[in-house]
Nanobody, 123 residues
């Protein structure tokens, strides 16, 4: 079955960096657009970043633009989220997502979700 396993979360201070990873299995990774979403306590899940199958195009939420970078390694079936200049408002459970259609990531309705990795940023 398809599995998306996130890792790399943790507790950091404001201004620090973290790199999240999402290892995919059970699917042909290069056929899927990949994305990151997050959900803070008491809030709805929100889009963070997405990347096309070919690793050419990326798109970011305004709140993370210029600080976060999404990338992928199709040879290793892994997508990454480099997070720099972290802020307390970045605190959330971060989810990896996979979609055959790029638009499904835009709509927040991917084909598969990971279980999430917690990121906590202290002030």
């Amino acid at each position: 079955q398809v599995q998306l396993v996130e890792s790399g979360g943790g507790l950091v201070q404001a201004g620090d960096s973290l790199r999240l990873s999402c290892a995919a299995s059970g699917l042909t990774f290069s056929n899927y657009a990949m994305g990151w979403f997050r959900q803070a306590p008491g809030k709805e899940r929100e889009f963070v970043a997405r990347i096309t199958r070919s690793n050419i195009n990326t798109y970011y939420a305004d709140s993370v633009k210029g600080r976060f970078t999404i990338s992928r390694d199709n040879a290793k079936n892994t997508v990454f989220l480099q997070m720099n200049s972290l802020k307390p408002e970045d605190t959330a459970l971060y989810y990896c997502a996979a979609a055959i259609l790029y638009q499904r990531l835009s709509a927040g309705t991917p084909d598969y979700w990971g279980q999430g990795t917690q990121v906590t940023v202290s002030s």
